[in-house]
């Protein structure tokens, strides 16, 4: 038994109370908020205690019992004295896995099998909202965690930038790899950034081969910005090949 009853403010609004008469309504508000309802809507209330505290005589509750089960609203079973209120739920919806494990305690304790079977075809398809509720939040934190998991490729926000700047495919893998080395050591580059350092290779040298390996010489120290090649890895660069048909020397040239 609860302390208290809601009410919500619709009520007085819906089709069917507009069309009560004042008798009928507070007949019906008592169904609703007297001291022995329960969670589920169904609950023992003898005739003698409507009179009592009503303060009709049994006819008249009879009466009221009788219309309202000709209204289809609700069910009396005068062997265990027991009502089911039949629209309980559309005002006191089953919102939350707790209230549907306390209607299910409550409904083991039904004694009337008729209202039982009654009232069992009410609750089943209000159940379903509930669980689906449930399955919805579990279903929204799934993909919250799949997008947490999923992470967007370092690059991603550069790729139109890069594909505007280059074609050459070994120079976009090596600006790429400079975004993520950025983003490793907590630095991820701005899109503004990124332009002054397409400007600033651009500056130092007209060479895709160049420009991939001052990349690879920033991304392998670390450095956030691009620096001119030192002369020996630009010398690597030009140099020749060695091969096992002649020699060469440190400037490239064979050794006769």
Sequence with gaps: MAVYRQVYITFWQDEFILELTPEEKYFYLYLMTNSKTSQCGIY?????????????????????????EQYGKIAYDESTKEVALVNWLKFNPIN????????EKELQGIKSNFLKEKYNPLISPLQPPCKKKEKEKTKEKEKTDKKKNKKKPANADFISLFSSYTTNENLIEALSSF????????????????????????????????????????????????YELKNQQRGNMNARPITTNGNYDSSGLELL
């Design 44 to 68: 023992q209330l003898p005739i003698k205690v409507m009179e009592m505290e009503l303060g009709y005589n049994r006819d008249t509750i009879i009466k009221l019992i009788e219309r309202f």
């Design 96 to 103: 939350n896995i707790n209230i549907q494990k306390c209607v």
């Design 179 to 226: 975004v993520e080395m950025r983003v490793l050591i907590k630095k991820k580059p701005t899109e503004r950034a990124m332009k002054m350092i397409l400007n600033k290779l651009d500056k130092l040298t007209h060479s895709d081969e160049e420009k991939v390996l001052i990349l690879e010489q920033s991304i392998l120290k670390n450095w956030t910005d691009v």
